[in-house]
């Protein structure tokens, strides 16, 4: 499983949670922009890549473009613009030893690829993970108040039909502290009738109102997939005390028998409380996605916590990389080595055999992802 000295682990990986890449080329600013989940231009005498990212950059991509480990970011940059984004894009994926990935297509980005670009940039399977909110706002600009309410299960149902997942965003539209049960008839149509009443007076059909998004999130139930909901760190419109996964306790109680898997997703800075929900009930999982990248050299505590006590079969690995191929790279190589690290600490610990590590870290690195999601060869 590990080597002496730099130890990885040599497995293939599902990348149950991701956004793709951008294949422009892209000038400095754009790329610090992407290196960050902050909204706003960075202030004078600030960088986004004098960061735990971007030392990350500098170790692990430098030396797939072929640079010394540890090159300095200019350098870096200078090397990504000669070879081009493509390249540098099919360089970085490929050196990720990624199987499958699982692509939520709900982000509005032009840049993006469709799933079949990905997978000939990336030399991989790549599966779609709906995004429940996407397919509201689409839905509801070419309809009514009263026909988005009866047709939006239906539409929800058709348009996965060749996914293998949804995702709730409702984690920073609104946030966790919301009813368990599902809404009424009556309270789904209230609330559309004043979401297009706003919509003819600011133009946008952006679903905010927790009713509606409590519809979305049942009717995404409905179809029989595994959940995913952004938890913790994440976009800069999250508050982040309303997105403690723990706040969804009375969710997964009502939930418990309906058959149907919730993926918690990055978890930061709540990792043990998605560990204690993931062992607590019998259909949460978790990651630590996101932070795999943007800890840098920390990424291998928030891997020890996710570890501390959920079950091993019902932890994931995900990178929720966007835009930046170096999210990707960086992320799968930051997770084999922390994780190689953790497994040779327990071994040399002797709270687990060689064999116990590969086992757990194969579970981890692909087989819980096939399992939840049914992926076949």
Sequence with gaps: MTNTGSRRIDLPLVDHHCHGVVEAELTEGEFRSLATESDWPAPAGTDSLDSPFGLAVRRFCAPVLGLDPLATVDEYLARRRSIGAAEANRLLLRSTGTSDYLLDTGIRDDRLPDPDAMAVRAGARVREIVRIERVAEDLASVSTAAGFVAKFAETLAARTRAAVGVKSIIAYRHGFDIPAERPSGREVLQAADE?????????????????????????????????????????????????????????????????????????????????????????????????????????????????????????????????????????????????????????????ATADDAERIAAMIASENAKRVYTLNP
């Design 195 to 351: 979401w297009f009443r706003t919509a003819e007076e600011t133009g946008s059909f952006r679903v905010t109102d927790p009713v509606l998004l409590r519809f979305g999130l049942w009717s995404g139930i409905d179809t029989g997939l595994p959940v995913q909901l952004h938890t913790g760190y994440g976009d800069s419109d999250v508050q982040l005390f309303r997105s403690d996964p723990s706040r969804l306790s009375p969710l997964f109680h009502a939930t418990r028998s309906l058959g149907v898997d919730f993926m918690l997703l990055h978890c930061y800075p709540f990792i043990r409380e998605a560990g204690i929900l993931a062992q607590v009930f019998p259909h949460v999982y978790l990651d630590v996605g996101l932070v795999s990248h943007y800890l840098g050299p920390s990424a291998g505590t928030s891997i020890r916590q996710a570890l501390e006590i959920a079950p091993f079969s019902k932890i994931l690995y995900s990178s929720d990389s966007y835009g930046l191929a170096e999210h990707y790279a960086v992320s799968a190589a930051n997770w084999r080595t922390s994780f190689a690290a953790l497994m040779d600490d327990w071994i040399a610990s002797r709270w």
